[in-house]
């Protein structure tokens, strides 16, 4: 069974970071592009992040570009996203996701992903 596990969210001031982890089991995440979107109350899904550990190749939403660095580590079957420099308009939940396959298609649909987390809360306070 494929299953993503978010965690990490939590409730931070305006300039803190973040890091948040996606557990990925019943599929290697070395084989799939990653994804990373946020969802505020009241907005639409936005893809944030992604990452295909095949070839190395990442994707940043200029919203959060220069400030979110996402990684891979392959032994842990886990994909991390380091939140830096946080905002008050970055407060979303955030959902990790899995590709259809190891390419990394951008900018980020939600269509193009398949198995999706439960989300975690970050709050930015300003």
């Known amino acids: 069974e494929v299953q993503l596990v978010e965690s990490g969210g939590s409730l931070v001031q305006a300039g803190g970071s973040l890091r948040l982890s996606c557990a990925a089991s019943?599929?290697?995440?070395?084989?799939?592009?990653i994804g990373w979107f946020r969802q505020a109350p009241g907005k639409e899904r936005e893809g944030v992040s992604g990452?295909?550990?095949?070839?190395?190749?990442?994707y940043y939403a200029d919203s959060v570009k220069g400030r979110f660095t996402i990684a891979s580590d392959n032994a842990k079957n886990t994909v991390y996203l380091q939140m830096n420099s946080l905002k008050p308009e970055d407060t979303a939940v955030y959902y990790c996701?899995?590709?259809?396959?190891?390419?990394?298609?951008?900018?980020?649909?939600?269509?193009?992903?398949?198995?999706w987390g439960q989300g975690t809360q970050d709050t930015v306070s300003s």
């Open positions: 019943g599929f290697t995440v070395d084989d799939y592009a």
């Open positions: 990452i295909s550990s095949s070839d190395g190749r990442t």
């Open positions: 996701t899995a590709g259809g396959s190891s390419h990394l298609y951008t900018p980020l649909v939600s269509s193009d992903f398949g198995s």
